[in-house]
Nanobody, 127 residues
Framework: VQLQASGGGSVQAGGSLRLSCVAS?????????MGWFRQAPGKERVLVSA????????YVDRSVQGRFTISRDNAKNTVYLQMNNLKPEDTAVYYC????????????????????WGQGTQVTVSS
């Protein structure tokens, strides 16, 4: 399984970006929970947002509530992270990840629950 993340870039504060993550595995993607994590320099990797397989349940970290929206298109094997009103503190490398084993209480929040990871895409927000 390969996850290909894209959409990062450099924007000014208040700007928007949309991250995309395409999974190579088509037949089972719709059954996975998917998450977006981020890691700033010198800090640990943290969960920003996650979505269950059915899109009926999502998690959004308090730091991005009201600004970031996660969604998925199972027909395209793709999960998105729409990021609006970006702030300098959002600067980080963003990683998508797949939790292929989640059955209950999805999506899960711990990084150790995620089995596959994308390569990361850099988001830089200037003030």
């Amino acid at each position: 399984v390969q996850l290909q993340a894209s959409g990062g870039g450099s924007v000014q504060a208040g700007g928007s970006l949309r991250l995309s993550c395409v999974a190579s595995e088509r037949s089972t993607f719709s059954s996975w929970a998917m998450g977006w994590f981020r890691q700033a320099p010198g800090k640990e990797r943290v969960l920003v947002s996650a979505i269950a397989w059915s899109s009926g349940s999502t998690y959004v970290d308090r730091s991005v509530q009201g600004r970031f929206t996660i969604s998925r298109d199972n027909a395209k094997n793709t999960v998105y992270l729409q990021m609006n009103n970006l702030k300098p503190e959002d600067t980080a490398v963003y990683y998508c990840a797949a939790d292929i084993m989640c059955v209950t209480n999805c999506p899960r929040r711990g990084a150790s629950s995620y089995d596959y990871w994308g390569q990361g895409t850099q988001v830089t927000v200037s003030s």
